[in-house]
C-alpha cells in the first residue's frame, strides 16, 4: 500500500486493538493489500482512487467495533463485483467466513428493491435470507451504503434520486429495526439532503442559527441535575442528543408544526452505570422540574423490539421550555446507538441464537409467511412494512402478560396476537373494563379482554381495519380457504349437473384423471376453478365426452342450477359475501336499489354490476357466466358510491360539501380535489345506505353555492 494508507490502516489496527483481543492483524494487513492491488486503477466518480471506498468502509465498521472477520469483509466487500478476482479466489486467500460474508454483501448490492410488487417481495426475500444467514452481511452492506451516500454528490441527479429514494424507504427503516441508531439518522439526513436539497439547506440554516442558544439553555437546565446526582453519589455523564434534520423535516412538514414548537430541540442525555440509578435518576429530574405525564415513556421495563431500552421523560424547564430528557445506562447507550452491532461486539464472534430470536424474532417471523404462501406476495409486503416501518404499543392481559403490537393495532390485532384461534372467534372486546368495537385503536398501558365464541368467524371487514401483520395473514387465509372450499362445492355441482344432460354421473369418471389432462394437481383445484369461473365448464366435458357429442348448454337449465346453488348456500348475498367469492364492480360501484347482475369472473369469484354499466354488455357476451343475484342486505349495512362534482373556485368549497353529505347522514370516506383557473373537480367517495340514500346526498350537494354539476363516478 502507499505510504497515506499504511498510516490509515495503523490507526485502525490501533483502535480495532483497543476493543478487541483477538484480532488477527495479519489477515487484516492482507486483506487491506488484496483490496489495494485489486481496485489499484480504478477511480471513483469523484475522481479519487476506487480503493478509498473499502477504507471508509473498514472505518465505519471499526466505529461500529466489529470483529475483524467483517472489517476485512468489509474491506473486500467490492473486489468480487467490480474486480476480476472470485469468491472461490477470496476463501482461498482469507477462508470460507470472510467470502461468505463477501458474497453475501455482493447479492444484496444485485438486488434491485424499489420494483413493482413480485419482483420487490422476491428481493426482500432475498435480502432477508442473506440476513439471517449472517446478519454481519446487511451490517457490511449499512457501512458501504451510508459512504456512497456521503458521496452521492458526483452521481447523475436521477441516480441520485433513485439511491437516496431506496436509502430512505428501505435502508433507514431497516436499520432503525435492528437498532442502529446513529446509521439510521445519517442516512436519513443524506437522503433528504439530496431528495429535498432546498429543504434541507434552509433547516441546517435554522438548526445552527439557534445552536447558542440551546447550548446556553441545557447549560441552565443541567446544572441543577448535575448538582443533585453529585450529592446522591451517582455517577453520570450528559450528552446533547443531536437533532438530526429528517426528523424536524418530518414534524414540520407531515405533522404541520412550526419549526420553533419542536421542543425536543433541547434534548439531553444522562447516561449512569446502573439500572436502579436510571430510576433514582428521573425522580431527581422530576423533582427539579414539572414533568409532562404524557410524555413519559419507560422502555426500560418495556424495551423496543430492536432491543432499545432507555427513560424518556419531557419537563418544564426555565421560560417555561420544554426539554426532552433521556437517562440510560453505558450498556442500554451501546445497544441504543449500534443495535444488533453492539450485541456482536459484547460476544467476541457470532451471535448466540437466543441474541438472534431476542432481536430479530420479526425477521424469522416474514421469512415463515414467505415459507406459508410463497405466492402472495402482496401479503408479505404488508407483512414486512408492518413489521419494518412502524412503531409499537404495548398492552396488557387481565392477568398482567404483556403484548407488544404495531401502533394503531385494535383488540382483534391484540387477539391474534394471542393466539390465532382467539382471533378467528372474537367476537367482542373490553378494554380497562369497558366494551369496545373491535375497531377500537389501542394505547400503550391499556388491559384487553378478549370475548370469544364458536360460532363467530372472521369477515372480510375485518381487513379494513386490521393492523398487525400476522392478524391479516390469518384473515387472508381463513377467507381464502373458505372461498376456496365453496368454489370446489359450487364447481361439483355445476360439473354433475351438466353432465346429467348426458347421462352421466360424476362418480362414473375418474376425476382424478381429468384433473391431469387439465394441468391440475388433484380434483379438488380442478372443481374450485370451475366454480371461480377459472376454467370453462364446456373445456371440461371436451375431456370427458366423445367427439360425436355436441356440447351445447341449456341456458334455462344452467340458469336453474345457479338459482339452486345460491340457494344451498344460504344465498348469494350481496351484502354478507358469507358462501360464495363475490365483489363490486369497480367500474360502476352498485348500490342497494339499482338492478344488478353476477359474472363468474376468472380468478375473482363473482362481479356484480349495475345493469346499466358500460362494461357489462361486454362481458355478456358469454351468456353462461350471467348469474341472477338479488339484494339481500341487512338494515344499517352502508356501500361505497363515487360522486364526480365540478364546481366553482371558492373558499370553503370542499368543507361546504362535506357539510352537505354529512346533513343528509353521509360519510365522505374519500376525496380528491384539482383546480383549474376558475373551476373546481372533485371526486368524493361516499358511505350511503342505498340508492335513495345517494340520491338525497346529490340533492343537498347541488343546493351548495357554486356547484355546477354532480354525477356518478366510478373508476374505468
Given amino acids: 500500500m502507499d505510504a497515506v494508507y499504511e498510516e490509515v490502516f495503523e490507526g485502525l489496527l490501533r483502535r480495532i486493538s483497543r476493543y478487541n483481543q483477538s484480532l488477527d492483524a495479519a489477515l487484516l494487513r492482507k486483506a487491506f493489500e488484496f483490496s489495494f492491488d485489486a481496485h489499484r486503477n480504478q477511480l471513483r466518480k469523484s475522481g479519487k482512487p476506487y480503493f478509498e471506498h473499502p477504507l471508509e468502509v ?11 472477520e467483517t472489517i476485512a469483509a468489509g474491506v473486500l466487500h467490492d473486489t468480487a463485483e467490480d474486480t476480476e478476482l472470485t469468491i472461490e479466489r477470496v476463501a482461498k486467500e482469507f477462508g470460507g467466513n470472510i467470502a461468505s460474508l463477501v458474497d453475501g454483501v455482493t447479492k444484496i448490492s444485485d438486488i434491485k428493491l424499489l420494483e413493482f410488487e413480485e419482483r420487490q417481495a422476491e428481493n426482500f426475500r432475498k435480502m432477508l435470507l442473506s440476513m439471517v444467514k449472517d446478519i454481519r452481511v446487511i451490517i457490511i452492506k449499512f457501512a458501504d451504503r451510508l459512504h456512497n451516500m456521503r458521496t452521492l454528490e458526483y452521481l447523475p441527479e436521477r441516480k441520485r434520486r433513485r439511491i437516496a429514494l431506496e436509502t430512505r424507504e428501505v435502508y433507514a427503516p431497516l436499520a432503525h429495526r435492528l437498532g442502529l441508531a446513529k446509521i439510521k439518522w445519517e442516512l436519513e439526513d443524506l437522503s433528504l439532503k439530496f431528495l429535498e436539497p432546498d429543504i434541507y439547506v434552509d433547516l441546517v440554516q ?33 450528552e446533547g442528543r443531536p437533532k438530526h434534520f429528517y426528523s424536524i423535516y418530518t414534524k414540520i412538514v407531515k405533522r404541520n408544526i412550526p419549526f420553533e414548537e419542536i421542543y425536543d430541540l433541547h434534548a439531553i442525555r444522562i447516561i449512569v452505570e446502573k439500572v436502579e440509578e436510571c430510576y433514582h435518576t428521573l425522580g431527581l429530574v422530576h423533582m427539579l422540574y414539572a414533568p409532562i405525564p404524557e410524555r413519559f415513556k419507560d422502555y426500560i421495563a418495556t424495551p423496543k423490539t430492536n432491543g432499545y431500552q432507555s427513560l424518556h421523560t419531557t419537563v418544564i424547564g426555565p421560560a417555561g421550555r420544554r426539554i426532552e430528557i433521556q437517562i440510560r445506562t453505558e450498556v442500554m447507550h451501546r445497544t441504543a446507538e449500534d443495535g444488533i452491532a453492539a450485541h456482536w461486539r459484547y460476544k467476541e464472534g457470532r451471535l448466540r441464537e437466543d441474541d438472534l430470536d431476542k432481536h430479530m424474532i420479526w425477521l424469522r417471523q416474514m421469512l415463515e409467511l414467505a415459507d406459508e404462501d410463497e405466492t402472495d406476495t402482496s401479503t408479505f409486503m404488508d407483512h414486512l412494512k408492518v413489521n419494518l416501518f412502524q412503531d409499537e404499543v404495548f398492552v396488557f392481559t387481565p392477568k398482567g402478560d404483556l403484548y407488544r403490537l404495531p401502533i394503531h393495532s385494535t383488540p382483534l390485532d391484540f387477539a391474534f396476537g394471542v393466539h390465532t384461534d382467539i382471533g378467528l372467534h372474537c367476537l367482542a372486546a373490553k378494554v380497562n373494563g369497558s366494551i369496545v368495537p373491535l375497531s377500537h385503536q389501542l394505547h400503550s398501558g391499556d388491559t384487553v379482554e378478549i370475548i370469544t365464541s364458536s360460532n363467530q368467524r372472521p369477515n372480510e371487514g375485518w381487513l ?9 395473514a390469518r384473515i387472508k387465509k381463513w377467507l381464502r380457504d373458505i372461498q376456496f372450499e365453496n368454489s370446489v362445492t359450487l364447481g361439483e355441482e355445476m360439473l354433475m349437473r351438466s353432465l346429467a344432460r348426458f347421462s352421466i354421473k360424476i362418480k362414473d369418471i375418474n376425476v382424478t384423471d381429468l384433473a391431469g389432462k387439465l394441468n391440475f394437481k388433484e380434483p379438488r383445484h380442478l372443481l374450485a376453478a370451475l366454480g371461480r369461473g377459472d376454467v370453462k365448464l364446456d373445456s371440461v366435458l371436451k375431456k370427458i365426452l366423445p367427439d360425436d357429442k355436441p356440447i351445447t348448454e341449456d341456458e334455462s337449465l344452467f340458469k336453474r342450477f345457479i338459482e339452486r346453488a345460491r340457494k344451498s348456500s344460504r344465498g348469494v348475498r350481496v351484502a354478507g359475501m358469507d358462501n360464495i367469492m363475490l365483489s363490486f364492480g369497480k367500474c360502476c360501484n352498485p348500490v342497494p336499489g339499482e338492478p344488478i347482475t353476477g359474472i363468474v369472473t376468472r380468478g375473482r369469484g363473482i362481479v356484480v354490476h349495475t345493469n346499466t354499466c358500460n362494461n357489462l354488455l361486454r362481458l355478456m357476451q358469454e351468456p353462461e357466466r350471467i348469474i341472477d343475484v338479488a339484494w339481500d342486505v341487512e338494515k344499517g349495512s352502508r356501500f361505497l358510491a363515487g360522486l364526480y362534482i365540478m364546481g366553482e373556485r371558492r373558499g370553503k368549497f370542499l368543507s361546504e360539501l362535506s357539510d352537505a353529505v354529512a346533513a343528509a347522514d353521509g360519510i365522505i370516506a374519500g376525496a380528491n380535489m384539482n383546480s383549474e383557473v376558475s373551476l373546481v373537480n372533485c371526486i368524493l367517495s361516499i358511505e350511503v345506505h342505498d340508492l335513495d340514500h345517494l340520491n338525497r346526498i346529490m340533492q343537498k350537494i347541488r343546493k351548495v353555492d357554486g356547484v355546477i354539476s354532480v354525477n356518478r363516478w366510478s373508476e374505468r
Fill in 58 to 68: 473498514a472505518k465505519i465498521l471499526t466505529g461500529l467495533k466489529m470483529d475483524f
Fill in 464 to 472: 379494513d381495519f386490521v393492523i398487525s401483520s400476522k392478524a391479516r
Fill in 206 to 238: 435554522r438548526v445552527n442559527s439557534t445552536r447558542t442558544n440551546r447550548e446556553r439553555i441545557i447549560r441552565e437546565v443541567t446544572h441543577p441535575i448535575r448538582d443533585a446526582l453529585v450529592k446522591a453519589k451517582i455517577h453520570a455523564r450528559f
